[in-house]
């Protein structure tokens, strides 16, 4: 059924691309490659660049990311997968602590735009990976991206004030 269209903002605009971890989880493998494809476009549109790594389940994303962001090597991260609801409970483990996961990590400051599908069936899924259809990969990049830009721009605002910039991000001092 359709539902009203979503509004997208504008695509944030970098003088030195960001360098982006798409961490995915090919649980269900058509559904990721699809994500994953929307995720490099979205990325490849503002002049960043990206490695993919993968893990098992939604469930090793939010610790993949964690693990990741201790080497300090990247702007943003992109966590994207698939929980199709099974005959069990474990959907709903599956489903709020990948989330939960990421938002924690997101609020300590990492930037991260999270692209799992979370749906009753493999045909919700495949409309929403398609980059053609609904493109939640694209969209979970662009989210990851807003955050680098406004990272970025809050830093350079400090700076120019002659304010000292707390390293408090996971992976910075
Ligand atoms: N059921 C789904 C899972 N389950 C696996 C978990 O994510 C995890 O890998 C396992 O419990 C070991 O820690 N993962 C998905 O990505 N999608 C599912 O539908
Ligand atoms: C996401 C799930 O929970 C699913 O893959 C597991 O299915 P089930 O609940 O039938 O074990």
């Not at 999270?114 to 749906?119: F, M, P, R, S």
């Not at 980059?131 to 990272?151: D, E, Y």
């Amino acid at each position: 059924m359709a539902g009203p269209t979503h509004h997208a903002l504008a695509r944030p605009e970098f003088d030195e691309g960001p360098k982006i971890l798409i961490v995915v989880a090919p649980y269900y493998k058509d559904i990721a490659d699809g994500l994953v494809a929307g995720a490099m476009a979205e990325i490849e549109a503002v002049g960043g660049s990206y490695e993919v790594v993968e893990m098992p389940g939604a469930l090793e994303l939010p610790s993949a990311i964690g693990i990741a962001a201790r080497m300090g090597e990247y702007d943003g991260f992109v966590a994207l997968g698939c929980v199709i609801r099974g005959e069990t409970t474990h959907y709903d483990t599956v489903c709020n602590d990948s989330s939960r996961g990421l938002t924690l990590l997101g609020l300590q400051g990492l930037c991260i735009g999270n692209g799992i599908l979370t749906v009753e069936n493999y045909d919700q899924a495949a409309v929403r990976a398609d980059p053609q259809g609904q493109n939640k990969g694209g969209g979970a990049a662009a989210a990851a991206l807003h955050l680098v830009a406004l990272s970025r721009k809050l830093k350079q605002q400090g700076k120019s004030k002659g304010l000292g910039f707390t390293a408090d991000r996971l992976g910075e001092g």
